[in-house]
């Protein structure tokens, strides 16, 4: 599903990863500063790795030996941010079809209906992003990303910036995401109780390196 | 003081009509040019920046005289566009409103690319991630975030090129009917021994029109901050 090899100097700091997995969820575990959402802005293809490969899904994204990088726009994943980055001209149900605007797909009631009510956003669609809450801009941020139909979905703490209550308010519907939306996900987070409940499989990433790989187990 | 006589209706209509076309044709180059400017490193952008500006610290006449050099029938770019399409600059209302697209141009571009840079970069990303090809980006978040400062940009613009009078009078003259706008008729009429009542009525025109662009400009920046905060 995902195979990611690559190297990237940023500064000071020196990035070299590797790891290979079928896992439907994939937790990308580590303290801040560990190099996480570096590696996945390239996989997303916002950064672009100094040397190495990146497939997905099949798909060569990146090789620099073969001089490949396919640009973000092209890669189809969809990639929930921390800070959810609605875009605050449109409304929610507008966030919610630009995806699917720019890839020009036809419209989809049926899963656009099932996605809606999977996040539970429907009362919100006429709203405005600067009149939700943070939990509210997170479900209408990870909906956004689903209905692009991508094959891949990057969450790179998207709980990271909300308080214990509504941490809790937004697991279970990332549950049901990994359960029911049938995309694989990478999932990134510096907090182990959350990979347990999410993650079929880590990638535990220190200063850089990637130092254990395996089942939910190496968390402990 | 009496009613605007039909000679002063003239003058403000060409002002007027110089103005907005000046402004319309100057806007697709301000915002293309403000993007560059807020997004693009490259080899000369300061000199770029600088040239941009020129006009704001020349003195006018000194601009004019490069227009007639430059646009007269036998200026270098002058004499082309005349021969082969037949567009001609010297001595015509088209002259005017290049001169006055030409002054504007750095109050034009200066509020768009102010809105273009306050824009969050992260939000263009998060386009790239839903698939939006970079013109798909800039046209569906760049531009719509960055539209009130766009508009501000054409108000300021417009009331500068409303307002232009040395750069004109140098490169198209003062005909009245032709390129005699507000700005050069009040000079004219300054000069005559019974003009200071028609003067003053188009100084009190200039005032309101200058008075409501820069209201205007301030509305459209008040905007531009509710939208970035999406409300």
Redesign the interface.
């Known amino acids: 599903m995902l195979r990611v090899d690559v190297e990237k100097q940023l500064g000071e700091f020196s990035l070299h990863a590797s790891f290979a997995s079928e896992g439907r969820a994939i937790g990308l575990f580590g303290a801040s500063g560990a190099g996480k959402t570096s590696l996945v802005n390239m996989i ?3 950064l672009r790795p100094d040397r190495g490969t990146i497939v997905i899904d099949g798909e060569t994204v990146d090789d620099t030996a073969a001089g490949i990088h396919v ?9 929930v ?1 921390q ?1 959810a ?5 449109l409304n929610v149900a507008q966030n919610l079809d ?2 699917r605007r ?2 020009r797909l036809p419209a989809d009631p049926v899963q656009h209906r099932r996605i809606v009510e999977l996040l539970d956003i429907g009362a919100l669609l006429d709203r ?4 939700l809450s943070g939990g509210e801009r997170q479900r209408v941020a990870l909906g ?2 689903l209905l ?1 139909k991508p094959r891949l979905l990057l969450l790179d703490e998207p709980l990271g910036a909300l308080d214990e209550g509504r941490k809790l308010e937004i697991l279970p519907y990332l549950v049901r995401l990994r359960d029911e939306a049938n995309v694989p996900m990478v999932y990134v987070s510096h907090d182990a109780a959350e990979l347990r409940q999410l993650a079929t499989q880590i990638v535990m990433l220190k200063q850089g390196r990637v130092t254990s790989f395996g089942g939910v187990k190496v968390l402990t | 003081m009496s009613e605007i006589s039909s000679a002063e209706w003239t003058a403000i209509l060409l002002s007027l009509r110089v103005a907005i076309i000046a402004t319309l044709v100057a806007t697709p180059f301000g915002i293309a040019l403000a993007w560059l400017l807020a997004r693009r490193d490259f080899w000369g952008k300061s000199l770029l920046d600088a040239v941009v500006h020129l006009p704001l610290v020349l003195p006018p006449v000194v601009t004019g005289y490069l227009l007639l050099l430059t646009f007269g029938r036998r200026g270098l770019v002058g004499g082309f566009l005349a021969d082969y399409l037949g567009i001609v600059f010297s001595f015509r209302w088209t002259g005017a409103a290049l001169a006055c697209g030409v002054m504007s141009f750095p109050l034009l571009v200066r509020p768009m690319r102010l809105s273009i840079e306050a824009i ?1 970069r ?2 263009e ?10 013109w ?2 800039f046209f ?2 760049t531009l ?2 960055a539209l009130p400062g766009v508009l501000a940009g054409m108000v300021l613009g417009f009331a500068k090129a409303i307002g232009e009078f040395g750069a004109t009078i140098t490169f198209v003259s003062n005909i009245p009917g032709e390129t005699q706008t507000i700005s050069s008729a009040i000079y004219s009429l300054i000069q005559t021994p019974d003009g200071d009542a028609a003067a003053g009525r188009l100084v009190i025109v200039s005032i309101v029109l200058a008075l409501g662009a820069l209201i205007a400009a301030e509305w459209f920046a008040r905007r531009a901050t509710a ?5």
């Open positions: 997303a293809g916002l640009p973000a726009w092209r890669r189809r994943i969809g990639y941010f800070d980055r609605l875009f605050p001209h630009y995806g720019m890839n405005r992003p600067g009149k956004r990303a692009s | 969050d992260r939000l990303q998060a386009a790239e991630t839903l698939g939006a090809a970079p798909q980006v569906t978040v719509p975030l939208r970035l905060h999406g409300n």
